[in-house]
């Protein structure tokens, strides 16, 4: 941050009592943006200014005030957060990930991050590879050889740190001499083992660490589910080594798939402890334990389904002329076809967009038509 003096008060802001994370980032762009004023001056407003200029309702105004008193207390921890090489990231800086807030938007784009360690990672092309914490040995292969991989390709790789595939991921990006980013499952300030062990890595600028929570919170099974949102959204690509038919996998990749996510499942032989496939029936791509995909290789009863990956039936060039196509213009497939010829179906187009996350839809005389929209200037792409 610019100015450390503003740390308490983003502190205070983030971790809210009682608000929830889109109300709190609301008001963030209210103050920075609509405003053009800092946390500190809008702490300090009255409260019928906060009425007039915020829209406060009386327990609002309470709220606020009740935060206020934990402000000399929030003072002290961010000296501490300092004093110790910790950096906190707010919502509005430009260090703050783009992907995030692209994948998450106002509504669970964490309002800060608490990092420690090579800041610069979260805007670089990254992946996440997920999957259960007693994968099997294929599986642990499989997350092996996509983070080679991506180490290989210049790619972030995000982990959550916990056994199974999060640890693989992380060992394997170390070993690789690629980068990665763990996303903790407890306050910053609680992980002095971990980061006793990846000392040499965060200082080398390979490793980063990023926590959402308040820096002394402890590890709690609800606040390893929460982090899972965050691994998912910190990624371009999430790569499934193996999911359950429930848990937190499962749910992270049900909801990617909902939103268009580029998500890619391992298909392996060894279906007993692995609920791959029914992701894969479900849109997820399938790929092979070195990450290929599988379209010719794929049970008969998925080559007919509309599960079949279309990520390279556009050209690069062709995928730029879309992309100019639909932030000029609110079209629907056939529309599309027909100012940009391209080589595929109308079927096969939808399926295309679906996997591009800054396609929008929006329905107009019971049809469904695709845009892009136009950046606007807030903290969010989209709001």
């Known amino acids: 941050m610019k100015q450390h003096t503003e740390i308490p008060y983003w502190i205070t802001l983030a971790h809210l009592p009682k608000w929830g994370t889109e109300k709190i980032n609301r008001l963030v762009v209210k103050i920075v943006h609509d405003n053009q004023m800092n946390l500190e001056i809008f702490f300090h407003l009255s409260e019928s200014e906060w009425k007039d200029r915020f829209e406060?309702?009386?327990?609002?105004?309470?709220?606020v005030q009740?935060?206020?008193l934990e402000l000399p207390n929030n003072a002290f921890l961010a000296e501490e957060l300092l004093s110790q090489g910790f950096e906190v990231v707010p919502l509005n800086s430009f260090e703050y990930s783009k992907i995030l807030k692209d994948n998450l938007k106002i509504k669970h784009s964490p309002t800060v991050l608490y990092t420690k360690g090579n800041k610069q990672i979260m805007q670089e092309n990254s992946i996440a590879i997920v999957g259960s914490r007693d994968a099997d040995k294929d599986s642990l292969q499989f997350t092996d050889n996509i983070a080679k991989k991506a180490s290989e390709q210049n790619k972030v790789v995000v982990s959550g740190f916990a056994k199974g595939v999060d640890k693989q991921s992380l060992d394997s990006a170390i070993r690789y001499k690629g980068r990665s980013i763990v996303v903790l499952p407890q306050g910053i300030m609680t992980f002095g083992s971990?980061?006793?062990?990846?000392?040499?890595?965060?200082?080398?600028?390979?490793?980063?660490?990023v926590s959402t929570f308040h820096p002394k919170a402890?590890?709690?099974?609800?606040?390893a589910m929460a982090r899972n949102s965050i691994i998912y959204g910190l990624a371009n690509e999430i790569y499934v080594a193996q999911s359950s038919e429930s848990g937190g996998t499962w749910a992270g990749?049900?909801?990617?798939?909902?939103?268009g996510r580029s998500i890619f499942a391992y298909l392996s032989e060894n279906t007993e402890k692995n609920n791959n496939l029914t992701l894969i029936e479900k849109g997820a791509k399938p790929v092979d334990i070195d990450g290929n995909f599988l379209e010719e290789n794929l049970p008969k009863n998925l080559l007919t389904s509309d599960n079949i990956n279309s990520k390279n039936i556009i050209e690069n060039s062709e995928f730029e002329q879309l992309v100019i196509l639909l932030k000029k213009e609110t079209l629907t497939p056939k529309q599309i076809l027909e100012k940009l010829p391209l080589n595929i179906s109308d079927k096969q187009l939808i399926k295309h967009l679906k996997t591009i996350p800054?396609?929008?839809?929006?329905?107009?005389?019971?049809?469904i038509h695709y845009f892009i929209e136009q950046n606007v200037a807030t903290l969010f792409l989209t709001i």
């Open 218 to 223: 402890a590890w709690s099974v609800g606040l």
């Open 194 to 209: 971990g980061i006793k062990k990846y000392y040499a890595e965060i200082t080398n600028g390979n490793v980063l660490l």
């Open 66 to 68: 009740n935060a206020k």
């Open 253 to 259: 990749v049900i909801n990617g798939l909902k939103k």
């Open 358 to 367: 800054i396609v929008k839809t929006i329905k107009k005389s019971n049809r």
């Open 56 to 63: 406060f309702s009386d327990n609002d105004v309470l709220d």
